[in-house]
């Protein structure tokens, strides 16, 4: 099993701030996504990345895949309350695996 | 399209009974998850369904749990005998296609409270 280690665990902001959360592993990923989860709701995709250097952009979301395909961030530019919620990364080692989520990036933003 | 569905929504039982979780995917979706979410941690992958047949379920532990998707569609999955370690969330999600960078629709989760 592939270990995804995110970071930081908590983090607090106020709204109109930029963030970035990272994923990293010592493993190589043949691809990664990100998924926001609110309270009470399941997971839901943001972004699917699977080449080495790629950049999405997302409105306000900025996500880089690492050149070696072993790390992930997530850039969030002037946060607004309603990004607040639980960032998490998952990947799998090639597409014929099922995916291993990170525990997650909690997120709040207030007003 | 209607999402995936998930119930019940909330279930507390006591130690050493039985539990079952009940999903409908979104239709024409050939692939079924169930994941296990314990508080503070990520999904953790119990069984993965492609159409009625098991593709992976190494994590799933076989002495308490069961699963079954019944003709390809809805999903059953049972705790027997339930141990308090088994609180957490449950959640249920499809995918069209089963690989890695394929969507996964989730459900809301089962949260599952054992005394």
């Known amino acids: 099993t592939q270990l995804l280690e995110q970071s930081p665990q908590f983090l607090s902001i106020q709204e109109g701030e930029n963030l970035t959360v990272y994923c990293n592993s010592s493993?190589?990923?043949?691809?990664l996504q990100w998924y926001r989860q609110e309270p009470g709701e399941g997971p839901v995709l943001l972004v699917t990345?699977?080449?080495?250097?790629e950049v999405k952009k997302l409105k306000r979301l900025t996500f880089q895949f690492g050149d070696a395909r072993k790390d992930s961030s997530l850039h969030i530019t002037a946060a607004q309350p309603g990004d607040t919620g639980l960032y998490l990364c998952?990947?799998?080692?090639?597409?014929?695996?099922?995916?291993?989520f990170g525990k997650g990036t909690s997120l709040l933003v207030t007003p | 399209e209607a999402g995936v569905a998930q119930s019940p929504r909330y279930k507390i039982i006591e130690k050493r009974q039985s539990v079952a979780f009940w999903c409908n995917p979104i239709?024409?979706?050939?692939?079924l998850y169930w994941y296990q979410q314990i508080l503070g941690q990520g999904p953790k992958l119990l069984i993965q369904?492609?159409?009625?047949?098991?593709?992976?379920d190494s994590q799933l532990p076989k002495d308490r749990f069961s699963a079954e998707r019944l003709k390809g569609v809805d999903s059953t999955l049972k705790i027997q005998p339930a141990k308090l370690e088994d609180s957490a969330v449950y959640l249920c999600?499809?995918?069209?296609?089963?690989?890695?960078?394929?969507?996964?629709?989730f459900g809301p989760g089962t949260r599952l409270t054992v005394l």
């Open positions: 999600a499809s995918g069209r296609a089963g690989v890695s960078t394929d969507t996964q629709y």
């Open positions: 493993s190589v990923f043949s691809s």
């Open positions: 990345v699977v080449t080495g250097g």
């Open positions: 998952a990947g799998a080692p090639n597409s014929g695996y099922a995916l291993n």
């Open positions: 239709s024409g979706h050939a692939t």
């Open positions: 369904f492609q159409n009625n047949g098991v593709v992976d």
